[in-house]
């Protein structure tokens, strides 16, 4: 439907200017033809108001007309072409309307001041027409911009979804294989200990697999799940490892992605607190700064440590998953000192649902 017509208010609106036009007309036909005022209006308001209407048909052609400049001095001879016959068109009616209101009205005069007002007529109804059109044109040319955007839009939302979903299919894979790999120094030298460290594995799995579906969680469960790891860990690492959580407790509202902590706090106690013989403390802190939340883990670190072997896929998804989820809003700042490693992750301040 023609977006003039599909709404009353616009369409109102365009009468309006129409029947504008048609008081215009008549006075410009008073200036050439001098009549009855009367007689010139109730010619020159019909004539407009229809042309007003023939005018909107430019819309139908013009929208499928092709985006390209090709074929450029075809489209500008049709178009003269289709505003020439417009205007005859519109310069018959009048014709015939003006001999009928001679019959009908009493007007005997106006078929002979609408020969002499004929060229004018001509003249405005193509000028009105190529009028039109250009604004037709332009409205055509929004609302393919506005299209183009929108399936723009569309892409790159599923684009983030497809990075998403990759995303979180490699972060369960990647602490399971660490935790067995815990699993496995265990069994021989301390069996109890590596049941105990499956028992907790088997429920971090069982809370976090409803969680990674979702897009963000609480905090509060961010926390829950952060403290089960830990306590995976601390089956294998005993008093070397040591937790401190500092979390204000209007954080705890906010929603953050699902185990976006996990591989942070799993990043400090292999790369941090392994490497140190007397062990140390990972540190978990949440806090409001205005309309930011932030996160921070802080673990010490061995300055002669061997490099590691990993890839750094923890902090990598981390940073993926953050940049895809909340752009230029959020960002993961690193400062890695020779005795300490810390990661703060800066977010907006959304409640959870």
């Known amino acids: 439907m023609h977006p003039m017509i599909e709404r009353?208010?616009?369409?109102?609106?365009?009468?309006?200017v129409a029947a504008m036009f048609g008081v215009l007309l008549a006075l410009l036909v008073q200036t050439v033809a001098p009549g009855s005022f009367r007689a010139t209006l109730a010619l020159c308001l019909p004539l407009a108001l229809?042309?007003?209407?023939?005018?909107?048909?430019?819309?139908?052609?013009?929208?499928?007309?092709?985006?390209?400049?090709?074929?450029?001095?075809?489209?500008?001879?049709?178009?003269?072409?289709?505003?020439?016959?417009s205007a005859a068109i519109w310069t018959a009616a009048g014709h015939l309307w003006a001999a009928a209101l001679a019959g009908a009205a009493g007007f005997p005069d106006l078929p002979a001041r609408f020969a002499v007002a004929l060229p004018l007529f001509f003249v405005l109804g193509v000028f009105l027409f190529i009028l039109a059109t250009l604004v037709h044109f332009l409205f055509v040319v929004v609302e393919r911009s506005r299209t183009a955007e929108r399936r723009g839009l569309e892409r790159e939302v599923h684009a983030r979804?497809?990075?998403?979903?990759?995303?979180?299919?490699?972060?369960?894979?990647?602490?399971?294989?660490?935790?067995l790999n815990s699993v496995s120094a265990l069994i021989g030298s301390d069996p109890p200990a590596a049941?105990?460290?499956?028992?907790?594995?088997?429920?971090?799995?069982?809370?976090s697999l409803g969680l990674g579906q979702k897009e963000q969680i609480a905090l509060a469960e961010e926390i829950y799940l952060a403290e089960t790891y830990l306590?995976?860990?601390?089956?294998?690492?005993?008093?070397?490892?040591?937790?401190?959580?500092?979390?204000?407790?209007?954080?705890?509202?906010?929603?953050?992605p699902p185990l976006v902590l996990q591989p942070l706090i799993?990043?400090?106690?292999?790369?941090?607190?392994?490497?140190l013989v007397e062990g140390g403390e990972v540190t978990i802190a949440a806090t409001?700064?205005?309309?930011?939340?932030?996160?921070?883990?802080?673990?010490?670190?061995?300055?002669?440590?061997?490099?590691?072997?990993?890839?750094?896929?923890?902090?990598?998804n981390?940073?993926?998953?953050?940049?895809?989820?909340?752009?230029?809003?959020?960002?993961?700042?690193?400062?890695?000192?020779?005795?300490s490693y810390r990661v703060r992750i800066v977010l907006p301040t959304v409640a959870a649902a």
């Open 231 to 256: 306590a995976i860990e601390e089956v294998r690492f005993g008093a070397r490892l040591r937790c401190r959580f500092q979390i204000a407790e209007a954080t705890l509202a906010f929603a953050v």
């Open 266 to 275: 799993e990043n400090a106690v292999h790369h941090g607190i392994a490497h």
């Open 195 to 207: 049941r105990r460290m499956c028992y907790l594995m088997a429920g971090f799995f069982r809370k």
């Open 288 to 316: 409001r700064n205005g309309e930011h939340l932030e996160l921070v883990v802080e673990n010490p670190c061995d300055p002669d440590r061997p490099a590691s072997r990993g890839a750094g896929v923890g902090l990598a």
């Open 318 to 339: 981390v940073r993926a998953r953050i940049e895809a989820l909340f752009g230029h809003r959020a960002r993961v700042d690193v400062e890695a000192e020779p005795e």
């Open 50 to 85: 229809v042309y007003g209407f023939q005018c909107l048909s430019v819309w139908y052609p013009v929208r499928q007309l092709p985006s390209s400049r090709a074929g450029a001095p075809q489209l500008v001879l049709l178009l003269t072409l289709a505003s020439l016959a």
């Open 8 to 16: 009353p208010v616009r369409l109102v609106a365009y009468l309006g």
């Open 161 to 179: 979804e497809a990075e998403l979903k990759s995303l979180k299919a490699q972060l369960d894979p990647h602490f399971l294989f660490n935790s």
